[in-house]
T-cell receptor, first 112, second 118 residues
Framework: QKEVEQDPGPLSVPEGAIVSLNCTYS??????FMWYRQYSRKGPELLMY????GNKEDGRFTAQVDKSSKYISLFIRDSQPSDSATYLC????????????FGQGTELSVKP | GAVVSQHPSRVICKSGTSVKIECRSL??????MFWYRQFPKQSLMLMAT?????????EQGVEKDKFLINHASLTLSTLTVTSAHPEDSSFYIC??????????????FGDGTRLSIL
């Protein structure tokens, strides 16, 4: 079993839809949780980061962490074609020098 | 803020050539930088962790004599692929950690280097 599981998709939605991206993890010691967006042939871009359970909102993006269920989500409201990319969840332990464990990435396509 | 610059973005060279890739943190100091490799349609695979002024820590299965890492300053780390062969062709990405006001240190990534060995 992988430490972090993420549905690879691909996921295709119409413009304006609400998108829900999810990751589950097995190691309850993970403390920090991040979402990255990666466009083709580019490096990952940090979207959201958090270190506690609950919700964190930034514009059209909401990150949700449920440590009791070992489950994190990223919601995208009013999705745009420019949101079409691969979304990677990542998490890390407190004392491991910042090493990130990534999910497999979900490929999202928003159709106009 | 938190911009990481990686150079070059694309390299095409002959088998046996050594290739150096630079990773710079432009507007912050990075005591720790990371090097990843990514194959098409796959997630990032951590190769090594680079700490300024000390030897890099390599992940299991990564040949340290093949992938030389130098982190001589707080803003620059380099990855040299020595005697590169076609199987080394890949997308190499660096990242650097930045301290936020909440104490979290997320990684910020460069735009990657696409290496093709003929």
């Amino acid at each position: 079993q992988k430490e972090v599981e993420q549905d690879p998709g691909p996921l295709s939605v119409p413009e304006g839809a609400i998108v829900s991206l999810n990751c589950t993890y097995s190691n309850s010691a993970f403390q920090y949780f991040m979402w990255y967006r990666q466009y083709s042939r580019k490096g990952p871009e940090l979207l959201m980061y958090t270190y506690s359970s609950g919700n964190k909102e930034d514009g059209r993006f909401t990150a949700q962490v449920d440590k009791s269920s070992k489950y994190i989500s990223l919601f995208i409201r009013d999705s745009q074609p420019s949101d079409s990319a691969t979304y990677l969840c990542a998490m890390s332990l407190y004392n491991q020098g910042g090493k990130l464990i990534f999910g497999q990435g979900t490929e999202l396509s928003v159709k106009p | 803020g938190a911009v990481v610059s990686q150079h070059p973005s694309r390299v095409i060279c002959k088998s046996g050539t050594s290739v150096k890739i630079e990773c710079r943190s432009l507007d912050f100091q990075a005591t720790t930088m990371f090097w990843y490799r990514q194959f098409p349609k796959q997630s990032l695979m951590l190769m090594a962790t680079s700490n300024e002024g000390s030897k890099a820590t390599y992940e299991q299965g990564v040949e340290k004599d093949k992938f030389l890492i130098n982190h001589a300053s707080l803003t620059l780390s380099t990855l040299t692929v020595t005697s590169a062969h076609p199987e080394d062709s890949s997308f190499y990405i660096c990242s650097a950690r930045v301290l936020t006001g909440t104490g979290v240190r997320p990684q910020h990534f460069g735009d990657g280097t696409r290496l093709s060995i003929l």
